[in-house]
C-alpha cells in the first residue's frame, strides 16, 4: 500500500516541480563549486558577464545619445495611409449587396469632396467611365498605375508626389477598377541619431567591469609574487595566504611546501655542519689527549729520561695502552661512520635472543660482581628468534651492559629483561641506579660524542661513539632504542622485530 501512495505521490505535479527545482539547484552548485575551483572558468564567467553588461549599456547608451542627436524628417507614410483608405473604403462601398450604380457615384462624390483626390473608375482596357474630383482622364495605362503604386507602397518617400491607390471592384457583375490618386500630406517626425560616443562607452563600461571583476584575483597574483619575492631573499619562514581553492590557491600551497622544505633542507645543513665541526672538535680533542701523552712517553725514552729498565718499560706499556685507546677510538669512528652512511654489510642470521642474553649476562657477572653490583636477569621462556646479524646486536647489548656497570651507584643492581611486546616484536630492557639523567637531555644520548656530564673526558667517559653506534645498528635492524629515566632509576630499552 505504501508504495502505491508514493508513486502516487511522485504523479503529482507539484512533486515533479520540486524534483526539477532540486535538480537545478544541484547543476548550480556543481557549476558553482567547478567556476570556484578554476581560473578558466572565472574567467569564461567573467567575460560573459562583462559582455551582457556592455551590450545593455550599448543599447542605452544608443537610445540616450540617438535621442540627444535626433532630426526631423518629412514623413509621407501617413498621408499615403491616408489615401490607401480612402480607396479602401470606397471599395468595400462598392462590394455593399444591393447599392445602386447611382449610389456608389454619389457616395464617391461625397468622399472626395473634402480630401481633393482624384478618382477613377475604369474598365479591363483602362478606358474611363467615371471620374470624380478634379480628374480629366478619359484613358489610362492600366500596367504603369500598378507599376507606379507598387513601388510607391514599398519605397518610402523623401518629397511631395503623387500616389496612386488601386483596387479591382464589380460593378453590375462587370470587372472594374477602382482608382484613386492625390499628393499625400506630410507630418513632421524625429528620425534618431547615431554618436560614436555609445560604442566608446561600452567598450570603457566593458574594460572597467572586467578590471573591477579582476582585481582582488589581480590582487592575490601580486601577493604570491610578493611572497616569491621574500622567499627568494632567503626568508624561508615566510608564508602566502591561500585565499582560494582554483589553481592559485593549489599555487600558494606549494609555494609554502616549497618555503617549508626549503627551510628544512637549511636547518638540516646548518645542522650537519655544526655537527661536522663538534665531530671535528671532538675527534681532535680526544685523538689529541693519548697522541700527546703517547708523544711525550716516547720522547723521554728517545732521550732517555729514565733511572732504569723497569721505568722504561713502565713508560713503555704507558705509550702501548694509550696507543690502543687511540685505535679503539679510531676503529669506533671508523664504525659509526660506515653505519650512519649505511655502507656496511649486514650478514643476517637466525639467532634466538633468549640464548644471546643468557650469555652476555653470563659473562657480564664478573665484571659486576667485582664493581660491587649484582645481576638479575628476568628472560622470558618464550623463545624469541630473530633475523640479525649476531656481532653487531652482541655490541650493542655489550654497550649498553657495560655502561650500566660502569655508571651504576655501587652496591646496586643492574637487571636485564625480556619480554614479548605486541605480535612481532621483542623488547628489551636493561635498568640500574645511578645520577639522574635530565628528562631533555636523554633523546640527545645517542648522538655522537654527547656526553651528559661536559667534564667528562674520554678518560673517564668512552668514546662518546658507542650509543651512536648501538642507534646506528638498531635502526639498521628496523628496531628502536631510547633511553627513560625516573629519579635514579635509568633504563635503556632496545625494541627489535621478531
Known amino acids: 500500500m505504501k508504495p ?68 526631423p524628417i ?35 462624390t461625397r468622399n472626395v469632396s473634402f480630401t481633393g483626390n482624384k478618382v477613377l473608375l475604369a474598365d479591363l ?17 492600366l500596367h504603369d498605375i500598378i507599376a507606379n503604386a507598387m513601388e510607391a507602397r514599398y519605397s518610402p518617400m523623401s518629397k511631395a508626389q503623387e500616389f496612386t ?58 601577493e604570491l609574487a610578493r611572497g616569491l619575492a621574500e622567499i627568494s631573499k632567503g626568508h624561508f619562514h615566510f608564508r602566502v595566504a591561500q585565499r582560494s581553492k582554483d589553481e592559485l590557491g593549489s599555487l600558494a600551497a606549494s ?18 655542519e655544526r655537527t661536522k665541526n663538534e665531530l671535528i672538535t671532538n675527534v681532535s680533542h680526544d685523538l689529541r689527549t693519548p697522541l700527546t701523552l703517547i708523544m711525550g712517553y716516547l720522547r723521554l725514552l728517545k732521550d732517555k729520561h729514565y733511572e732504569d729498565s723497569k721505568q722504561a718499560d713502565n713508560y713503555l706499556q704507558i705509550a702501548y695502552g ?4 687511540l685505535k679503539a677510538l679510531i676503529d669506533d669512528l671508523f664504525e659509526y661512520t660506515k653505519l650512519s652512511n649505511q655502507i656496511i654489510h649486514m650478514n643476517p642470521e637466525r639467532v634466538c ?68 611486546e605486541e605480535p612481532g616484536w621483542a623488547l628489551v630492557t636493561i635498568s640500574n641506579r645511578g645520577e639522574p639523567i635530565p628528562q631533555e637531555e636523554l633523546p640527545r644520548l645517542f648522538d655522537r660524542f654527547y656526553r651528559v656530564d661536559a667534564s667528562r673526558t674520554s678518560s673517564s667517559g668512552g668514546s662518546g661513539l658507542g650509543l651512536a653506534i648501538a642507534k646506528s645498528i638498531v635502526e639498521a635492524h628496523k628496531g628502536e632504542i631510547w633511553a627513560e629515566c625516573e629519579g635514579e632509576d635509568i633504563r635503556f630499552c632496545v625494541k627489535l622485530p621478531l
Open 353 to 420: 635472543l633468549n640464548e644471546l642474553l643468557e650469555q652476555l649476562s653470563e659473562e657480564l657477572v664478573t665484571y659486576a660482581e667485582e664493581n660491587g653490583l649484582h645481576l638479575e636477569r628476568e628472560i622470558t621462556g618464550e623463545r624469541m628468534v630473530l633475523s640479525m646479524d649476531a656481532h653487531k646486536i652482541i655490541r650493542v647489548f655489550e654497550n649498553l651492559l657495560g655502561n650500566a656497570v660502569k655508571y651504576s651507584h655501587s652496591p646496586g643492581t643492574i637487571r636485564v629483561r625480556l619480554i614479548r
Open 255 to 272: 609555494i609554502n611546501k616549497m618555503a617549508e622544505a626549503l627551510q628544512k633542507t637549511i636547518d638540516e645543513e646548518r645542522k650537519a
Open 125 to 141: 482596357d483602362g478606358k474611363v467611365f467615371f471620374k470624380a474630383g478634379n480628374a480629366t482622364e478619359t484613358q489610362v495605362d
Open 165 to 222: 491607390s488601386f483596387y479591382p471592384v464589380e460593378l453590375k457583375d462587370q470587372p472594374a477598377y477602382l482608382i484613386v490618386t492625390g499628393i499625400p500630406q506630410p507630418s513632421i517626425t524625429y528620425q534618431r541619431g547615431s554618436s560614436p560616443l555609445t560604442l566608446m562607452t561600452a567598450i570603457a563600461s566593458f574594460i572597467f567591469i572586467f578590471y573591477w571583476m579582476t582585481k582582488r584575483k589581480m590582487a592575490y597574483v601580486e
Open 322 to 325: 694509550k696507543s690502543e685507546k
Open 4 to 71: 502505491k501512495l508514493s508513486l502516487l505521490r511522485r504523479t503529482f505535479p507539484f512533486n515533479w516541480f520540486g524534483d526539477m527545482y532540486g535538480f537545478c539547484g544541484k547543476l548550480a552548485l556543481m557549476a558553482r563549486v567547478s567556476v570556484v575551483r578554476s581560473i578558466r572558468l572565472q574567467l569564461m564567467f567573467t567575460f560573459m558577464v562583462c559582455l551582457v553588461a556592455s551590450t545593455f549599456i550599448y543599447a542605452v547608451g544608443n537610445v540616450f545619445f540617438g535621442e540627444l542627436n535626433r532630426s
Open 74 to 108: 518629412l514623413d509621407y507614410q501617413y498621408g499615403i495611409e491616408t489615401i490607401d483608405g480612402q480607396a479602401r473604403q470606397i471599395a468595400n462601398y462598392i462590394k455593399t449587396p444591393d447599392v445602386s450604380y447611382q449610389g456608389i457615384t454619389d457616395y464617391i
